[in-house]
Nanobody, 128 residues
Framework: DVQLVESGGDSVQAGGSLRLSCEVS????????MGWFQQPPGEEREGVAA?????????????VKGRFTISQDPAKNDNTKRTIYLQMSGLKPEDSGTYYC?????????????????WGQGTQVTVS
């Protein structure tokens, strides 16, 4: 089974930077796309960035373009594992929330939560 474990969340001041990591294991075959989603307290989960592992295609939500970068780092000699990063800079208070990593099988890096069926447990980001 595919497993996702996020880390890197923290409390930072506005204008600061963070790098979130998602350790992915259990990948079988190809055709996965990975997404990062933000969920502020009491609100819906919204996609901020996504990447497809084979093509490297990426998608970003408009409000994070130029500030956030999604990337992948394959594990050496192990095609079943990847690390997905979300580099966040120029952070704003509205970037606060729980950040989730998610996976889907398919060629399109969607930003809709309903398109993803595998989720991590989340990591907390607070910007003040």
């Amino acid at each position: 089974d595919v497993q996702l474990v996020e880390s890197g969340g923290d409390s930072v001041q506005a204008g600061g930077s963070l790098r979130l990591s998602c350790e992915v294991s259990g990948l079988t075959g190809s055709g996965y796309c990975m997404g990062w989603f933000q969920q502020p307290p009491g609100e819906e989960r919204e996609g901020v960035a996504a990447i497809c592992l084979s093509s490297g295609s990426t998608t970003y939500y408009d409000s994070v373009k130029g500030r956030f970068t999604i990337s992948q780092d394959p594990a050496k000699n192990d095609n079943t594992k990847r690390t997905i990063y979300l580099q966040m800079s120029g952070l704003k208070p509205e970037d606060s929330g729980t950040y989730y990593c998610a996976a889907r099988r398919g060629p399109v890096p969607y930003l809709k939560a309903a398109e993803y069926n595998l989720w991590g447990q989340g990591t907390q980001v607070t910007v003040s």
